[in-house]
């Protein structure tokens, strides 16, 4: 009976573990995407427009330089981790595009991301050209 409570104490600390590891992995991967869009704002605002591309296993960063897409940065989620369409309100083209003048397209819109038990929205709102993020769970 001793070794059926050790064995049941390890299975509950190793699910435990999982799960945090998890969260983190989810936090991180929030987190990145945050300071993806702030490097994506920045570079548009010293050269040209500077374009993000989702779909619902990561997101491309590009530019476009005479007709030519120069890729900057391609990102993929872990398996578990993916964008939700039905609750971000990004276009059905998945594309948000940061100006050199300063400007983001759509006008504002919001993204996000999901894991089985973790949730975290990322709004752009251009009228203070703001990016914030919050947690949902």
């Known amino acids: 009976s ?6 049941s104490i390890g299975i509950v600390s190793i699910k435990r573990i999982d799960e945090y590891k998890a969260k983190k992995k989810f936090e991180f991967t929030a987190t990145m995407l945050l300071k993806d869009l ?3 704002k ?3 605002a010293s050269s040209n427009d500077i374009h993000i591309l ?9 530019s476009v330089i005479n007709c030519k897409s120069k890729y900057l ?5 872990d398996k578990e981790i993916y964008i939700d369409s039905k609750e971000s309100t990004i276009p059905t083209n998945g594309k948000i ?8 397209k759509p006008y504002g819109c919001s993204i996000t991301v999901k894991d089985k038990k973790n949730s975290a929205t990322i709004a752009i709102k251009p ?4 990016i ?6």
């Open 2 to 7: 001793i070794i059926a409570i050790l064995l």
């Open 38 to 40: 702030r490097y994506a």
């Open 42 to 44: 920045g570079q548009a």
């Open 54 to 62: 989702f779909n619902k296993n990561g997101y491309d960063i590009y």
């Open 73 to 77: 940065k391609r990102v993929n989620f």
């Open 97 to 104: 595009t940061f100006t050199n003048a300063g400007t983001v």
């Open 127 to 130: 009228v203070i050209f703001s």
């Open 132 to 137: 914030s993020y919050k947690k949902d769970k």
